[in-house]
Every structure is written in C-alpha cells, then in structure tokens.
C-alpha cells in the first residue's frame, strides 16, 4: 500500500510542476505583449472613466481600469469634453437600455453592463453620443510601475495602443517629463 501513496505523490508532484510551467508561460507571454504595445504602440493618453478602487491607493499589484483614447491628438487634449464623456458613461452605468433615450445611450449603457476585463478590448463610441469625434471606450491594463506613488491620483493615465492590432494589450506607460509637468500645473489650477 506504501506503494500507492508514493504513486498519488509523485502524481501531486507532477500537477504541481506542469501548472507552474503554464503560470511562467502565460506571463512570459504577457511580458512580450507588454513590451510589444510599448515600443510599437501610439503612446497617447487615456482619459479614466472607471478604475478598480484598489488603483486609488498604494499597492504593488497592476489591475484593470476603462479609459477614453483617441486616434485624434485634439480630442486627446480636450480636457472639458472627455471629462463631460466620461462622467456622461457613470451616469449610464446603472441604467438599463429600455431607460435610455436614445440608441447611442442604450449602445454605451449596454457596454458599461459587463464589467469584466477583455484585453485589447476597444469599443468606437456612437458619433451622436461624442458629437461626431472619434473616441473609444477602451479596456486598460494599469501598471503600478507606471504610476507616480504607484497609485491613480488624476484622470489622465499615459497609455499605449496598437490601433491596429485588437490582440495586444492596451496598457499604461511610464509618463514623460512634459506630461507630468503639464499634469501638475493642471492640477494647481483647480
């Protein structure tokens, strides 16, 4: 019987070794899509629309958020209008299609139902619900390594996007001198 116990062991023991070879797969894969949308990717800025609370404080661990992009540098720096989109996207959030009174609202307030991560996700706005300027409703991976504190402390988060390629990841990036200064002469401001 002592024989059966040393077979269940090693076959735990096995387990134990071929998951932790597909754990150290998957993140060597991540790692390379990472860098992959770092170096090839538009670095842009994403305007936050919803993060997990966890962001908000000081923490090790990378986590999703939503953010508003665009292809369009204008858009990018249209501090009133994303901020106007984006409190517009809360304010739908709870409310449920047959409430809303328009298609575009009913489109926007079905995309903030399903509040699971979808990597690379990047949904076009309806042109009514933007008033005919391209932004998108895109999914983010938040990297704390990339956050002064290693926490959310605005609503500009400098992100990376392959436009063309759905399969990368859109994710943070280190923020450069410029964006940090103009950030911080926005918020002595208000």
Known sequence: MGWLWWVLGLG??????VVLAVL?????????????ALAE????????????????????????AL???SPDKAVVEDKEFLTEIADRI?????????????PDDAFVADLMRDEKYIEGK????????????AVYLAH????REHLPGKRI????????VVWDDPKLPICTRPATSEERRREEEEDDQT
């Open 12 to 17: 735990c023991v096995g387990l134990v070794v």
């Open 24 to 36: 150290i797969y998957f993140v060597i894969q991540d790692s390379r899509q990472t860098k992959r």
């Open 41 to 64: 990717g538009e670095h842009t800025t994403g305007w936050l629309v919803q993060a997990n609370v966890k962001l908000f404080q000081p923490g090790m661990m990378g986590l999703p």
């Open 67 to 69: 953010v508003l992009i």
């Open 90 to 102: 809360m304010e739908l959030k709870e409310t449920e299609q047959a409430e809303c009174d328009n």
């Open 122 to 133: 990047c949904d076009l706005l309806p042109k009514g619900f933007t008033h005919g300027r």
């Open 140 to 143: 983010i991976f938040v990297y």
């Open 153 to 160: 402390t605005g609503r500009r988060l400098p992100c990376a």
